[in-house]
């Protein structure tokens, strides 16, 4: 769920060329996630997965295989979001001003916000507990902790943010 702010104006309005600048450096998304390209390792066996695919039935569940819904991605990015808010309009004002590294400058900060947001959430979040069945697998493979969506730790830090700039259509994934 992207967080989107919209200026409006009038189709008759005309813009000085600092201001259309401006408009421009504001006409940008960060986009908070899983890269497609982030391979989890299957264990013996099993084939390699990627980790988006992994997070998508993390975050909603797969009640037919018993795998319950964990949402963290969503909740770690609502968790900041006045204060991501906060910085994008300091950067718009501060891209008023003259300082039009302000605004790519508070993208790039809020997108690390969000990641490390994400990262608390799977941390420290309150998630449905692992079954019995599923602690058992982890003994047998050597490891020894119970708290959900942490195996390893990779699939922990394959989150990342990225930058979209333009007018560049986001999928719809409603």
């Known amino acids: 769920m992207p967080m989107r702010t919209i200026i409006h104006r009038k189709p008759t309005t005309r813009m000085d060329p600092f201001s259309r600048a401006v408009m421009r450096e504001l006409n940008s998304r960060v986009l908070v996630g899983i890269p497609g390209d982030s391979m989890h390792p299957g264990e013996k066996g099993e084939a390699p997965i990627s980790n988006a695919v992994l997070g998508y039935l993390f975050e909603h569940g797969q009640p037919e295989k018993n795998l319950p819904e964990r949402p963290h991605l969503v909740p770690g990015v609502e968790s900041i979001r006045d204060q991501a808010a ?3 309009l300091k950067a718009a004002k ?11 400058k508070a993208l790039h900060a809020v997108g690390l916000m969000a990641v490390a947001a994400v990262q608390q959430q799977i941390t420290d979040g309150a998630l449905a507990p692992l079954a019995e069945r599923t602690i ?3 003994l047998r493979r050597g ?5 959900p969506l942490i195996d390893t730790g990779a699939y922990r830090r394959s989150f990342a943010y990225t930058i979209r700039r333009g007018n560049a259509a986001l999928p719809d994934n409603s």
């Open 86 to 88: 906060e910085r994008l």
């Open 94 to 104: 501060a891209a008023f001003m003259g300082d039009l590294d302000a605004p790519e």
């Open 136 to 138: 058992k697998a982890r």
């Open 143 to 147: 490891r020894t902790g119970t708290k």
